[in-house]
């Protein structure tokens, strides 16, 4: 079991910053990749950053160039830092980790972090 916890979110003016950070506990060795989604209401849930157990990130276009994925390996925490956040990256933020063992895959999610940008 993995267990993921965000904090960072907030009320941010448009072309802000804010730094988003996602927290893992657990059976943290057996995560193979991680990454971020967010889900606006209305909207079913899109990926923003994936990471790979290799460190390659892969950023959806609408965020390229503005968020930035990053890690730190002994406090066992994913960072996004976004950048000239725009009120089209309103939405709840999550945090996830993947597990594949044995051909099977689990996902598993933090609770969401709300993200508002809004002047």
């Known amino acids: 079991q993995v267990h993921l916890a965000e904090s960072g979110g907030g009320l941010v003016q448009p072309g802000g910053s804010l730094r988003l950070s996602c927290e893992a506990s657990?059976?943290?060795?057996?995560?193979?990749?991680a990454g971020w989604y967010r889900q606006a209401p209305g909207k079913e849930r899109e990926l923003v950053a994936a990471?790979?157990?290799?460190?390659?990130?892969d950023y959806a276009d609408s965020v390229k160039g503005r968020f930035t994925v990053s890690r730190d390996n002994v406090k066992n925490t994913m960072y996004l830092q976004m950048n000239d956040l725009k009120p089209e990256d309103t939405a709840v933020y999550f945090c996830?980790?993947?597990?594949?063992?044995?051909?099977?895959?689990?996902?598993?999610w933090g609770e969401g972090t709300q993200v508002t940008v809004s002047s």
């Open positions: 996830n980790a993947r597990e594949v063992y044995a051909g099977s895959t689990t996902d598993y």
């Open positions: 990471l790979s157990s290799g460190g390659n990130v």
């Open positions: 657990g059976n943290i060795f057996s995560i193979n990749a």
